[in-house]
Every structure is written in C-alpha cells, then in structure tokens.
C-alpha cells in the first residue's frame, strides 16, 4: 500500500476563535477527529506509512497521531513545518520517507470517506494512474 501524506500545519485562520483554540485537523467530527477518520480510512485500506507535515508550534496533531494509531502496526513520521509556505513545500517535506514513489496527499482540514478514496489509491498503487 502507498504510503499517506497528511497536511496539517495550516493556521485555521478562516475558522476565527474555534481556528486558534484547535489544529484543523483536530476538530471533531461526531465522535472522532478529522485526524483520527482519515486514520482509519487508511488504515482500512491498507496504508502502513504515514506522514504528517505539522505546524511547530504545537505537538497535539502528532500525539494525536500516534494514539490513533496505537497497535496498527503503521509507521508514523511527524514532521514540522518550520516556516508556513504554502501546500507545496509542505507536501515536499515529506519526500525523504516517501522512497521516490506514489503516495496519497491529504488535507488534514478535509472529509474523506473509505469508499471515496478505495478506487482512487487502488489506481495509483497499482501504476494505474499518476494521480487522482
């Protein structure tokens, strides 16, 4: 399975109070956090790797991480981006764990649901396609 790249080090900005109070990706949705459902689809599908670009300034979104992912088995790589520039350069942050091949990139900020992603991350891991 083709390792994830998950996206959280955005400011949350646009959310106002709620934005400087949690990580996008930790705001709940139901019972769980975006972080923890994007974590189990994955982990549903069969990721063993796991990236997550952060911001520096907080550990929550990699704590957060690794409890999610307690007894998977999963890798897990957290990585700071110290200065925010933008979603390319912190996607590129992540290429020294990635071993030169496809990988899904995920916004943390983003609902992603199991069947919404199966068909997509069958095609790139299996040549099928570059990108989805």
């Known amino acids: 399975m083709i390792p994830v790249v ?3 080090a955005g400011a949350g900005a646009r959310l106002g109070e709620i934005g400087r ?3 996008k990706a ?6 769980r956090t975006l972080l ?10 069969g990721t063993k790797r796991f990236i997550i670009v952060t ?8 704590e ?3 409890r999610a992912l307690e007894g998977s088995g999963a890798e897990l790589f957290v990585v700071p981006q110290s200065e925010r520039r933008g979603i390319g ?11 030169g091949g496809p990988f899904a990139l995920v916004l943390g900020d983003t609902y992603y649901s ?3 992603l199966a068909g997509a991350v069958k095609a790139v891991a299996g040549g099928g396609a570059d990108a989805v």
Not at 36 to 45: A, D, I, Q
Not at 55 to 62: A, E, F, H, K, T
Not at 89 to 99: F, I
């Open 6 to 8: 998950i996206l959280t």
């Open 21 to 23: 109070l949690f990580p």
């Open 26 to 31: 930790l705001l709940p949705v139901g019972d």
């Open 36 to 45: 923890e459902l994007h974590l189990r689809v994955f982990t549903g599908l």
């Open 55 to 62: 911001d520096p300034s907080s550990d929550s979104v990699g």
């Open 64 to 66: 957060a991480a690794k």
């Open 89 to 99: 350069h912190a996607a590129s942050l992540a290429e020294p764990w990635l071993d």
């Open 114 to 116: 199991q069947p919404d």
